[in-house]
């Protein structure tokens, strides 16, 4: 009804249409971890999920999925939307990834002498201190990478790493190192030998692997002769 006192004839109505918005998204997979953690959305009825990373109130499509690995630490969401472009509530996991420690000896074969020592190098990948074992039980440790253990081999043998760890999460390991003894020589004084007192005998010695020096020695105080 205007001022002058008229009436419209019919009055005018406007639609409203309430889009529903998707239900919350609840992730899982949440606490602290070594290398790597597969977090996992659910909920989210009437939409899709979608993975929206390390931001918080993101609306990205990119990416539909309900799981993702994580291998950095920080605090991953999910949020899903409506066809009719209704985002829900998101929900979100805090995870902490520990990066695991590697050791590789990077040492080649070795030919030594009998009774010198040989430098074996260790080289180091990850955080904090790192720590581990060689196969004949000998202890290493240090930070991120080279390290050396010297060692004298009594046998010839072949040197590995057989675990490594930074104190919260194992590590992965690899390399060996054959260590042979160069120059190895034999020596055969020959078949013994009854004589008379005074009397000289012969002997012929075998000498193998072809030594600089020979060295006769008697036990009861013989003399040699050439």
Not at 4 to 18: I, R
Not at 54 to 77: K, L, P, R, V
Not at 104 to 109: E, F, K, Y
Not at 184 to 205: E, N
């Amino acid at each position: 009804k205007n001022a002058n006192g008229c009436e419209s004839a019919s009055s005018l109505a406007t639609a409203v249409t309430v889009n529903p918005v998707p239900t919350a998204v609840t992730v899982s997979g949440a606490g602290t971890f070594c290398g790597s953690k597969t977090i996992t959305a659910s909920g989210g009825t009437g939409g899709t999920i979608y993975y929206q990373g390390t931001t918080s109130g993101g609306t990205s499509t990119a990416t539909a999925s309900s799981s993702q690995t994580i291998t950095a630490s920080g605090t991953y969401y999910f949020r899903a939307r409506s066809a009719a472009g209704c985002w829900g509530i998101e929900g979100s996991a805090a995870v902490t990834i520990n990066q695991i420690p590697t050791a590789t000896l990077t040492t080649g074969n070795q030919g030594i002498c009998q009774g010198d020592p040989v430098t074996l190098s260790i080289t180091l990948t990850g955080t904090g201190t790192i720590s581990g074992f060689l196969s004949d039980g000998t202890s290493f440790s240090g930070t991120a990478g080279t390290i050396t253990k010297v060692k004298t081999p009594s046998i010839e043998t072949t040197y590995s790493i057989t675990s490594v760890t930074n104190g919260t999460c194992a590590g992965t390991f690899s390399g060996s190192t054959v260590i042979t003894f160069k120059g190895k020589y034999t020596a055969d004084a020959g078949a013994d030998q009854t004589i008379c007192p005074a009397a000289k005998a012969s002997v012929i010695g075998i000498v193998t692997g072809d030594p600089t020096t020979t060295l006769w020695t008697s036990l009861t105080g013989g003399t040699f002769a050439d």
